[in-house]
């Protein structure tokens, strides 16, 4: 769940991208695994769907190692973009925290790998730079 206020809007970076619509200082919890409200699915459940919702599913949810499930975030913290040099958002499974202040109108970025280390084999890209993710 969101926790600061942010919006979407074309990224320079890939697709759509999740900026922040407020001034975030440092350290603080933007988003937090909320269950009951980020619904979560087993292995099952998403082999089960159609390959064209998978597909859509898999672009955005996350595998948790810990729980066992595909995480998908029902807000728009599905939208935030990877970065692997130096992003914003430091993540974990559970929780997204500002690595440095964030200002309005700034992309949040995260490393992907911190908390899921299959998204890019599960979504069929290889694993990709930063600048080969914005020309995806």
Known sequence: ????KTK????????????ADQFIPKGTVTWRFCPGFDPT????????????????????????????????????????????????ILSTPKQDVAARDIFPGEELLCDYNCYDDTYF?????????NLALSAY
Request: charge should be negative; include cysteine; proline fraction near 4%.
């Open 41 to 88: 699915y087993t292995e099952a459940d998403m082999l089960s769907m159609s390959e064209a919702a998978r597909e859509q599913f898999l672009k955005y949810a996350y595998y948790d190692k810990e729980l066992r499930l595909y995480v998908l975030c029902a807000d728009d913290q599905r939208f935030i973009n990877h970065e692997s040099g130096s992003p914003n």
């Open 121 to 129: 084999n599960r979504a069929g890209m290889p694993q990709l730079s």
């Open 1 to 4: 769940m969101l926790l600061v």
């Open 8 to 19: 979407i809007a074309p990224s320079q970076i890939h697709g759509i991208g999740l900026f």
